[in-house]
């Protein structure tokens, strides 16, 4: 059986890879060369005592040695306190403890690269918080990371990933987002440190896709294997058995054992920088240890085996002899003052002090370059470009120069989630503000009633909030339609005022023109009253009018004292009704003259006696349409003469009388009657009954 490996201390037991390796401050002496005398113990003295090829018979009792084999003094591999205490100070996530409760649904996060390398974090429920605060429930020891860097939120639509306005933003995939649907193997960055989404349900499928791919290839091997191996024994059967020669040392397994254990132990004496002489050893003779010359006892080779275990305890005491490690040096006080700075910045970052944040970051860098390696200074920068631009909006809201503050907000950086949210209120603000500045803007226009003003700023107005004002702007152009409408009456009652006053200024002039010729008129002066027209004439030649006055007043003034000295004749004679023609004629001239004095109200007296005698003499000859024009007018000319009313009334029966002689005759006689219902209505007082009926039946007669 082979040889038990020597024991190992339990201090430096373990995996090569584990978690806990050889601390880099102690570094392990030097082997010391092996002189020639230690060649039979570099090889087992038989080929029954050698290990095979494939490592130590039973792996379960020396363990795995393939992938990093031990020493060939036994030396002992201790692992440095430092790793030792960094290992149990790493927090232990819920999935690496047995005894947590898996209630989230089957997705979790990996950290591939960071200082939580090799973390994982599995979802406890539908929400999951990422940062370095310890509140949140993924806590990373990353300080580039925010205190609540992000969230991840599981939905039927799957897991969705929100920025949580974080400093230095979020990437999926090496491409900056605030919030996105996840899927499987997508990688996020934030800081220093990468993650990757794991669904489990999806790395189900590919491990499952892998392994039957993995099973497909061996099998192709497989079958690639055994068709060489079938041909490589048809070859071999075709060779003589002869020309093979079973003494050949290649063929002696124990020989080859020995020269490849030898070529082992060059290899591990170059990787530990010591020199390894190996010498093919020969087997043994059958007869025993050889005393010949220059060959070794069984004495001497145990007292070289003892010297070598006291060489092996001191290589091993030396090895786990603790080293003090070299003071650090003394540190910079620009390095802390630099790392100051910059938590100065960070909390001025938080506090949304930008401007402040530069400087700090600023000031930092000239202190220690490259000490800003999250980018914390461009981030704050950026951040202060955005802010900057959401006041220069705000400042031209106030100018009331909503076109450019648009614009201006439309040219703005992109920013956080937070500012985001920012800039989605100052788009409201900015839209509501706009709006209230055009309804005030047509508001004050209304002031201006002017309709061509007024309606381009209420088309400028939401169709929302148009109807009212359209309303009023109706209600406005009606008011001044009307308005102009009264307007232009009032101008034409002004224009029409001011020509009846123009012309009464005329007439008063003319009359002033012509005063000495009514005095000698009134006075009866008739014939000095036509000379003393050419006076006035000859003072006024320019004046049109006048002109055409006095040739009026030589013209009328002889023919009214024709006729009224005629009717004073006839009245002196007591012709009462042939007083009444020529009395009428002179009062028709004087009103055309158009003097005033006392001559008109003799003349209205003496005409109104007479045309009562001429009705009274029209009346009794039948001539109802004479009498009744003739007591009509001598109660115009004087309405208190009773002898005209009683005329009046005389001349009513007369014709009631003439109405039933009529109304007798209009199937008998319809002419007759025709000419009667003519003379009634002419003579019959207006409004009475018996000229309406007669209007009727002369209707009937004559269609």
């Known amino acids: 059986m082979p040889p038990r490996p020597p024991p190992s201390s339990r201090a430096g037991a373990g995996r090569s890879g584990g978690g806990s390796g050889p601390d880099p401050a102690r570094k392990r002496p030097a082997r010391p060369a092996p002189s020639s005398e230690d060649e039979d113990f570099s090889a087992p003295v038989t080929g029954e005592e050698s290990y095979p090829e494939d490592g130590p018979p039973n792996p379960e009792l020396y363990g795995d040695m393939s992938g990093s084999p031990r020493s060939r003094t036994d030396e002992t591999r201790v692992a440095s306190v430092r790793d030792i205490e ?296 950026k951040q202060q470009e955005v802010v900057d631009a959401f006041q220069a909006v705000r400042a031209l809201m106030d100018e009331k120069k909503f076109p450019e503050a648009r614009e201006r907000l439309k040219n703005a950086p992109e920013g956080t989630a937070k500012t985001d949210d920012v800039r989605r209120k100052l788009e409201a603000e900015l839209d509501e503000k706009e709006l209230a500045w055009k309804i005030q803007q047509v508001e004050e226009s209304f002031a201006s009633r002017d309709p061509e003003v007024v309606r381009p700023l209420v088309d400028a107005l939401p169709a929302l909030n148009r109807p009212p004002y359209e309303e009023k702007l109706e209600d406005l152009e009606a008011e001044l339609a009307k308005e102009a409408a009264d307007a232009a009456r009032r101008g034409r009652n002004a224009r029409e005022r001011a020509v009846e006053v123009a012309k009464q200024k005329r007439k008063e002039f003319i009359e002033e023109a012509f005063v000495d010729v009514e005095r000698r008129f009134n006075g009866g002066e008739y014939q000095r009253a036509v000379l003393e027209c050419d006076r006035v004439v000859d003072r006024h030649k320019g004046d049109k009018d006048v002109r055409e006055r006095a040739m009026t007043l030589k013209r009328l003034i002889p023919q009214f004292q024709r006729n009224l000295e005629d009717g004073q004749k006839k009245l002196e004679s007591n012709a009462l009704e042939a007083a009444a023609k020529p009395l009428r004629r002179a009062a028709e001239l004087y009103r055309q003259i158009g003097f005033r004095g006392s001559l008109g109200n003799t003349l209205d007296e003496q005409l109104a006696s007479s045309s009562v005698a001429a009705g009274q003499a029209a009346l009794k000859r039948g001539d109802l349409a004479a009498a009744g024009s003739s007591f009509r007018e001598a109660l115009r000319l004087n309405p208190a003469d009773g002898r005209a009313r009683d005329g009046l009334d005389a001349l009513q029966k007369k014709v009631e009388e003439l109405y039933l002689q009529a109304y007798i005759q209009r199937d008998r006689d319809p002419q007759a009657a025709a000419e009667k219902f003519k003379v009634i209505i002419e003579t019959a007082s207006e409004g009475s009954e018996v000229k309406r009926k007669a209007e009727m039946y002369l209707g009937e007669l004559q269609p």
Do not use: W
């Not at 990373?140 to 990371?145: A, G, K, N, T, Y």
């Not at 006291?310 to 790392?339: F, N």
């Open 86 to 381: 960094e290992e149990e100070e790493r927090p232990q996530d819920e999935d690496d403890n047995p005894d947590a409760t898996r209630a989230g649904p089957p997705v979790q996060m990996l950290v591939l690269d960071g200082p939580d390398r090799g973390r994982k974090k599995r979802f406890q429920s539908v929400r999951m918080v990422i940062g370095r605060n310890k509140d949140c429930d993924f806590v990373l020891e990353d300080q580039s990371v925010s205190r609540r860097h992000l969230e991840l939120v599981y939905g039927e639509g799957g897991v969705v990933m929100r920025d949580l306005g974080s400093v230095s933003g979020t990437q999926v995939n090496d491409q900056r987002v605030d919030e996105c649907v996840l899927k499987h193997g997508d990688e996020l960055s934030i800081g220093k440190t990468r993650l990757r989404f794991v669904d489990e349900a999806e790395q189900i499928k590919e491990l499952r896709a892998q392994a039957e791919a993995r099973e497909q290839e061996e099998k192709r091997e497989r079958e690639e294997a055994e068709k060489e191996a079938e041909e490589g024994r048809k070859s071999a059967g075709s060779a003589k058995r002869g020309e093979m020669d079973p003494g050949d040392p290649r063929f002696n397994e124990a020989t080859n054992a020995n020269y490849k254990l030898a070529d082992v132990l060059k290899e591990e004496g170059k990787n530990k920088g010591t020199m390894v002489v190996s010498r093919p050893v020969r087997p043994p003779t059958r007869g025993g240890p050889s005393r010949g010359k220059g060959g070794l006892t069984g004495r001497h080779k145990l007292l070289i085996g003892g010297a070598g275990l006291v060489v092996l305890l001191l290589s091993v005491g030396l090895v786990l002899v603790p080293k003090k490690p070299p003071p650090p040096p003394p540190e910079d006080p620009s390095v802390g003052r630099a790392k100051e700075l910059m938590q100065k910045a960070r909390t001025a970052v938080r506090k949304d002090e930008f401007a402040e944040a530069v400087r700090l970051v600023a000031a930092a860098e000239q202190m220690l370059p490259g000490v800003d390696e999250e980018g914390l200074g461009a981030a704050a920068k």
